[in-house]
């Protein structure tokens, strides 16, 4: 059984093959669609294993594969098969208008793919030490991307994140370590006190000082990686500057990755210290990045960025939704991490879209995109209105889910202040997507696809998205919502 | 190796071990030329090995020996030379004015944050007179005052020597107290660090003619 | 043991003698007087040495004394009779000082109830004081230089000085110098801690930086814009002059006798009943203030004067030293 979820986190690796034989965009884009696709279908019979039975595990949970692990490695799947379809058109078209050389192509893929399955591999793990390492593994992969198209600010953005994440991430193996020496003296061999499973059972003999400690320092430094207020100044410059298909893996998985990792450490905290410890401190940083995120997004001219510290604000709403804990809460939380997921990959590779055609990332420059490029219009505004929780589509359930929660389990205030900041973020985020959807035409504007592939690649996982979240938003699957009680289940 | 007392022989060697390596890390943060971080790194690089060394002949472990031999010739060795000849002689680095606070200023600034660590995670709280109960503290502030380190320079390699410190610091932890952490885990973290110091040689290389980023030196568009 | 109890102990014992300590007791400050200005001699004589020079006699300094008691003193007529007393006032607290720390005994003589080594601070900073007021006294553009300096540096450095103090407080429970003397003396393992050691550098950093050695000030230099000291004696001539001098090679002494038996070799010391011991004790701190003197002429030929605005750095990084022994010393103290 364990081969399912390692092949599952290795078939990505066929695209790096293809970036390292092939310059050719299309061909390598090709094949690391390809790749994408096995990758779903085996995280997805994965899932059903996992469902039907016992998790998948190996010794020292140095593989393990729950309910928790299959639900993100199935969101991490559907992104990077959607970021592929998306990879090969822009690359496509920027390797024909020249502004990537052949080499970058190459890089490009050959990188995807360790990105990839650094992220998958990282899901499938619930080793304390093993997750640290894979998830840095799968960060440096990423950082390789960041600048990849050329631009000085783009080197700078990428040695703002390569510096802040890693000053996170040892912070998080600060925390690992103090969590590891917190169940020191407890029965059984030391290469099982880093393994979630056994942390878990044996919660309430971990010493409380050493574990409140690691879990603070898990929690800031995972929250660096998965953009939590104060740790987000990375996040803006580096998926604004990456090129899209990478900034939607980066905003729609390697974020869900840290979450991922947060969540386990939930787990053992509330196993030992009760859930009011973990909620506080998660509250605490959910706000802050709701507010920061409402705040920043108000007048911002460069929409990727618009884009980015949308993620940080639907981060920090998946932290309120775990800070308020509960069936509900926990629920909520993970429902959202799945829409978010495909509402922001399918924003990012629209903006794909725009900026191959407009030449710009600037919003004020940017207009008319619903007359000149219809289909990409059209997914800008739905796509904004779904990000932004707009009913019908699936973010509204699972932020109402999330505000139940709160109702349910807290101060009706701090419900009240979210709901005031999803109103603000509204107004900003859809008046700069408006105002680009909208609005004449712009004579010299045309699609940047030549050719049936290179649309529909471009074109398919956008409406395949948006299909995706009104699905959600009206009615969610039999198997998912049991895959998330399961989730749910091992959480509290 | 958690067990071990504080005032046996070994013990003597860590405790002292650690001081010592703390000191260096403040000495870096209080230092302005760009030859003495990586002098000071390098000198806690070897340090660090004296620890994986003594800890490896307390459990009589291969792996360890093999691990402090690795410290020793990667980062007290390989990585200071790499970074003096690559970044340091080619760039022509000599003094560091990039920082939002002068050295004496940080200097208080790691002193507290390190009197800040014992306050939380201090000797009180932990095993009294066995050895982690004076290695923790020392580990957490070294990982303190490399933090400290890395946000208060804005040049690209003295931030990187930052980081560097701070996974000194958690290595510290890592294997005096954890020797049973589990040899893969400590490989893997290594590795990662080497990873992670290729990467940004190659930024800083790639960024050579503007250090400091843009967005430190002048406003840019409001953004 | 209380300290009242120690003293009381050590001066109403039925058994022994009561004449003995007491003449121990001017046995200690005579050898304080008597033997400060060799000490200042030898270290310039290795210090010229080391620099392949001859360097004066060793016992230059005495002459030197001879040739100044003999002048008579000049006045400025700006000055006022502060400016007159202020030396003498100085030497009369070094001679405080000789009574209260060990040099030639580990247990307190008659005199040592006047203070620990805290009090034993505040009567150094006391003469400094005082030789700071001469200085201004002068109106003299120098000496009021001289003095904001020593000042300043003086107020760096008392905070690390006290911080010193309390980490090898830290081992024996109080301040007294002999209690902590009979602590480090009866545990030798302590001085390997870091505690110990922390502290043992950063007071060697202070006494360079109180007695004004390299890297604070150059002490052999005369006219230099950057002197810290001189500048305060410059006005002193004839007899006065003899009196601040030694006044200062005093001070020397006794720093380093407080680093030597209090922090590096507590041992060798006589008690307080004998004799014969205190001249024995007299000998050993002979021998040990050389090892200190040796180590203060490789640090003069070694360095450099540092840049007046680092010694502020200089100072900051004693008292970090002794901030961290302190925090180190948590995992030993029971």
Redesign the interface.
């Known amino acids: 059984m364990i081969f399912l979820p390692i092949s599952a986190a290795l078939a990505p690796l066929l695209g790096t093959v293809a970036g390292l034989l092939t310059a050719r965009a299309r061909l390598a884009g090709l094949l690391t669609i390809a790749g994408g696709a096995i990758c779903l279908v085996l995280s997805a019979t994965t899932a059903a294993v996992v469902m039907a039975g016992q998790p998948i595990e190996s010794v020292g949970s140095l593989v393990y594969v729950d309910g928790l692990g299959a639900f993100f490695a199935l969101t991490i799947a559907v992104v990077i098969l959607l970021s592929s379809l998306g990879s090969l058109s822009y690359l496509a078209v920027e390797q024909r208008s020249g502004a990537l050389s052949p080499r970058r192509v190459r890089v490009y893929f050959a990188v995807f793919g360790f990105f990839a399955t650094g992220m998958m591999a990282s899901v499938e793990t619930a080793n304390l030490g093993l997750l640290f390492i894979l998830v840095e593994a799968a960060t440096l992969a990423s950082v390789v991307l960041v600048p990849i198209e050329g631009r000085t600010s783009g080197l700078e953005a990428g040695w703002r994140y390569v510096v802040v994440s890693s000053m996170g991430i040892t912070m998080a193996l600060a925390g690992t370590l103090f969590v590891f020496y917190a169940a020191t003296g407890l029965p059984g061999d030391p290469q099982d006190h880093l393994a979630w499973a056994f942390l878990v059972r044996h919660a309430s003999s971990l010493s409380p000082v050493s574990l409140r400690l690691g879990f603070l320092l898990a929690v800031v430094g995972y929250g660096t990686k998965v953009g939590l207020v104060p740790m987000h100044t990375w996040l803006p410059d580096a998926h604004s500057e990456a090129p899209s298909p990478a900034s939607a893996m980066l905003s729609g998985a390697l974020l869900n990755v840290g979450m991922y990792a947060i969540i386990r450490f939930i787990a053992i905290a509330n196993g030992r210290l009760g859930p009011a410890y973990a909620s506080h401190v998660l509250l605490v940083f959910g706000f802050l990045s709701v507010l920061v995120g409402a705040l920043f997004m108000v007048r911002r001219r460069d929409f990727k960025r618009l884009f980015a510290y949308s993620s940080v604000e639907h981060m920090g709403i998946i932290a309120i939704g775990l800070g308020f804990g509960g069936l509900l809460g926990v629920y909520g939380a993970l429902l959202h991490a799945l829409n978010h997921s495909v509402g922001k990959t399918l924003l990012f590779l629209t903006g794909g879209s725009v900026v191959l055609a407009y030449g710009t990332r600037r919003s004020d420059r940017i207009g008319g995109v619903l007359t000149s490029l219809p289909v990409t219009g059209a997914t800008l505004l739905l796509g904004s209105l779904a990000i932004l929780g707009s009913p019908p589509f699936g973010l509204f359930i699972s932020e109402f889910t999330i505000v139940r929660a709160g109702l349910a389990a807290a101060d009706p205030t701090l419900v009240g202040v979210f709901l005031l900041l999803l109103v603000v973020i509204f107004l900003g985020f859809f008046r700069t997507t408006s105002g680009m959807a909208l609005g004449p035409a712009e004579p010299r504007v045309h699609s940047p696809y030549l050719g049936a592939l290179e649309r529909w690649t471009a074109h398919a996982p956008v409406v395949l998205g948006l299909a995706a979240l009104l699905l959600l938003g009206l009615w969610v699957p039999g198997w998912l919502n049991a895959l998330l009680l399961r989730s749910v289940e091992l959480v509290r | 190796m958690e067990h071990l007392s504080v005032a046996s022989p070994a013990g003597i060697v860590l405790s002292l071990d650690a001081v010592l390596i703390l000191l260096l890390a403040l000495a870096c943060l209080g230092s302005k030329l760009f030859d003495r971080y990586l002098t000071y790194y390098g000198l806690q690089s070897v340090l660090l090995a004296v620890a994986a060394g003594t800890a490896a002949f307390v459990e009589k472990d291969p792996a360890l020996w093999a691990l402090a031999g690795l410290t020793l010739v990667l980062k007290g060795i390989a990585i200071p030379e790499a970074a003096r000849r690559l970044l340091v002689r080619r760039l022509d680095l000599k003094r560091d004015v990039a920082t939002i606070v002068g050295p004496s200023t940080s200097l208080i600034l790691g002193a507290i944050l390190a009197g800040f660590a014992y306050l939380v995670i201090g000797p009180q709280h932990l095993a009294h007179g066995l050895i982690s109960a004076s290695i923790i503290p020392i580990s957490t502030a070294v990982i303190l005052i490399g933090a400290l380190a890395m946000v208060v320079r804005r040049h690209m390699v003295a931030q990187l020597l930052g980081w560097l410190i701070m996974e000194n610091g958690v290595f510290l932890g890592g294997i005096t107290l954890t020797a049973s952490f589990p040899f893969i885990v400590e490989a893997g973290i290594f590795f990662d660090v080497v990873a992670g110091f290729l990467i940004m040689l190659a930024m800083t290389t790639g960024l050579a003619e503007s250090l400091i980023p843009l967005s430190d030196r002048r406003r840019r568009e409001p953004t | 043991m209380s300290t009242n109890g120690f003293y009381r102990e050590a001066l109403i014992s039925p058994q022994v003698e009561s004449r003995v300590p007491y003449l121990l007791q001017c046995l200690q400050s005579l050898a304080v007087v008597l033997f400060a200005p060799l000490y200042a001699g030898v270290i310039i004589k290795a210090s010229a040495l080391v620099q392949s020079k001859r360097g004066p006699s060793i016992f230059q300094p005495y002459w030197d004394l001879r040739k100044w008691l003999a002048k008579s003193s000049v006045y400025s007529d700006q000055t006022s009779p502060i400016f007159k007393a202020a030396p003498y006032v100085a030497m009369a607290c070094y001679l405080v000082v000789s009574t209260i720390v060990p040099v030639i005994t580990n247990q307190p003589l008659p005199l040592a109830f006047l203070g620990d080594l805290l009090g034993g601070a505040l009567v150094l900073a006391l003469a400094s004081f005082a030789m700071s007021l001469a200085a201004l006294d002068t109106a003299s553009p120098l000496g009021g230089l001289g003095a904001s300096r020593t000042t300043w540096i003086g107020s760096l450095a008392e905070p690390a000085l006290i911080l010193v103090f309390f980490t090898v407080g830290v081992l024996s429970a109080s301040d007294n110098p002999y209690l902590m003397n009979h602590a480090i003396a009866a545990s030798p393992?302590a001085m390997?801690?870091?505690t110990h050691?922390?502290g043992a550098v950063a007071f060697f950093m202070l006494l360079l930086a109180e007695t004004g050695h390299i890297p604070i000030d150059n002490p052999a230099g005369t006219i230099e814009i950057s002197m810290i000291e001189e500048p305060r004696v410059l006005e002193y001539s004839g007899r006065e002059y003899a009196i601040v001098k030694w006044g200062g090679w005093m001070k020397l002494f006794l720093l380093s006798a407080i680093f030597m038996n209090v922090f590096v070799l507590p041992g060798g010391l006589g008690n307080a009943t004998s004799l014969v011991g205190g001249l024995i004790g007299t000998a050993a701190v002979l021998g040990k203030l050389a090892l200190c003197g040796a180590a203060i002429v490789v640090i003069d030929s070694s360095f450099a004067k540092l840049r007046f605005f680092r010694i502020?750095?200089y100072l900051?990084?004693a008292f970090?030293?002794a901030?961290?022994g302190i925090?180190?010393s948590?995992?030993?103290a029971k």
């Open positions: 393992a390997v801690l870091p050691l922390l502020s750095e900051g990084g970090l030293l901030l961290i925090i180190t948590y995992v030993v």
